[in-house]
């Protein structure tokens, strides 16, 4: 973790939005785990989002926006390379002794070997791969993955009419607490504005 290169603004900026970033399929990345972003130290905040970034589903953790996982591969992975030390020291070679004096033994001097020389190998062409073809997956007015509930939510909401929590959360069989998270991953992830009112009234401002 590069923690004196990274920006705290940064930092908690890409904290907020991974608390409500929702994926394609309708569920939130961090399954209602948010990072605390309040009241904590830069040391604390990085944990947090390293910790949140690995706990994400895996089949999933792919699908994060590019900005996100940018921002993780830059500051937070880490690749070291270790050699195994073995701590083992060649100590002189020790024998017993006997008091008697050895002979010196005659060296017999090796004939050097004739290296062989091997034939080149010929190498294999590999028949080029067919390109796959890419499914295409249709997705609502604001990205989502079409038929979810956040697609059908995605479609209530761009009406521009007022409409309430309670309503949306009745339509599109979401909670209204799932609801609320939605609207704030808009906010965040789409750069949308809401306008909210008393009793749990809220419409989308369009330009």
Request: net charge negative.
């Amino acid at each position: 973790m590069n923690l004196e290169a990274m920006n705290l603004e940064d930092l908690k900026k890409k904290a907020v939005e991974l608390n409500n970033l929702e994926h394609e399929s309708g569920v939130l990345f961090l399954s209602g785990k948010k990072i605390k972003t309040i009241a904590v130290s830069k040391e604390q905040l990085a944990k947090g989002f390293d910790e949140a970034i690995r706990g994400i589903d895996s089949n999933i953790v792919n699908d994060l926006p590019d900005d996100i996982i940018n921002f993780y591969n830059e500051f937070f992975s880490e690749v070291s390379e270790t050699g195994e030390e073995t701590g083992e020291e060649t100590g002189e070679e020790t024998g017993e002794e006997t008091g008697e004096e050895k002979a010196p033994k005659e060296k017999k001097e090796k004939a050097p070997k004739e290296k062989k020389e091997k034939a080149p190998k010929e190498k294999k062409e590999k028949a080029p791969k067919a390109p796959k073809e890419k499914k295409v997956v249709e997705k609502s007015v604001f990205g989502h993955k079409a038929g979810t509930q956040a697609a059908l939510l995605d479609d209530l909401l761009n009406t521009g009419e007022e409409t309430t929590i309670k309503a949306l959360a009745e339509a599109s069989g979401r909670s209204e607490v799932g609801v609320k998270d939605h609207i704030k991953h808009l906010e965040v992830a789409r750069d949308l504005k809401f306008e909210r009112k008393d009793g749990g009234i809220v419409r989308l401002l369009k330009d």
